[in-house]
């Protein structure tokens, strides 16, 4: 059975693609699934949710207050039972692609398809599940997109970003090994890491002190590992940043979201600055093995506070979680 992920080599192209390398009256009778994508009015997660049958619908249309609407986890699946490859036609499998393919910025789009179809380790059984909470008459209606090493998620009323739904998304890799080296060599996520680390660079040396803590980073577990605290937040405090570092802090998050579409990253960061958000934040790294190398680049970190938590963990390789209200 052929996979429904881009191959390995990158070969894959996106619907402006083909219809720039063969033309539209071509693309079209080559691809009949794109002339319906590109001529509706609907978003695209909406043209898949018309698409589906009572029966699929029934399968995958979850309650808009199901109690996995903000659960997150670095493997798993939404619907277990229904996977990509076998409960859908190939013209829902390639609007799912294509929707994925929307939820990130064009220049990351062939990286995002890679660790996808990476992270199914050569096994089909690995492939994603997706799935609805709501319906179209919900404002807060979601599409959402689960697999070993990726949730995503937006609201499905539209093709415009609104914050990754306001609610946790994952990212994540193994390249090469399972324990990555300090370099996490292919990885694609680790430019988040190389801003990261360029933002503690820039600190002084008592502020690079206060922000490498001496304890462990957040356990994993679902339950805990997006839980919001106001206490008992560890490394160095925003308010206690300048003015200038904290315009920096500010746009080394922007930087490290790039890989996300650019209205997802623009909600959040406004959100970040209307509600002045930075003031509240604390900023952590993490030594022993979470920091691989022993070189004091930091590949474990945390920033969190009362309304958001992101934390990136690098050791054996890189998981990443993030979650903010929009």
Known sequence: MKSIMPPLDGTFLSRREILRSLGATAAFAAFPSLRAASTSKDSLPMQFYKSLTEEQRGKIVLPLDHPKRGYVSNWWYICPEQRLHTFYTKEQ??????????????????????????????????????????????????????GHHVTRRCNALTDSGLGFGGRPIFYGNFAKAFREEKDHAGNPFWYQGVIFNEFVSALDGKQQEKILVGREPRSEKPAEVIAKRKTDLPGLSGADLSKDQQ?????????MLACFRPDDVAVTMKTIEDKKIVERLFISCYGGQFDIGSDKVWDTWQIEGPEMV?????????????????
């Open 93 to 146: 499998q390639d609007l799912v692609r294509q929707i994925f393919e929307s939820l990130h910025a064009p220049e990351y789009r062939e990286k995002m398809n890679w660790q996808v179809q990476k992270d199914l380790m050569g096994q089909i059984k690995n492939t994603p599940s997706v799935g609805f909470f709501g319906t179209p008459e919900d404002k807060d209606f979601e599409f959402i997109y689960t």
């Open 247 to 255: 315009v920096k802090l500010i746009e080394t998050m922007r930087r």
């Open 310 to 326: 992101w934390y990136f963990r690098g050791f054996p390789h890189i998981h990443g979680y993030f979650h903010l209200a929009a």
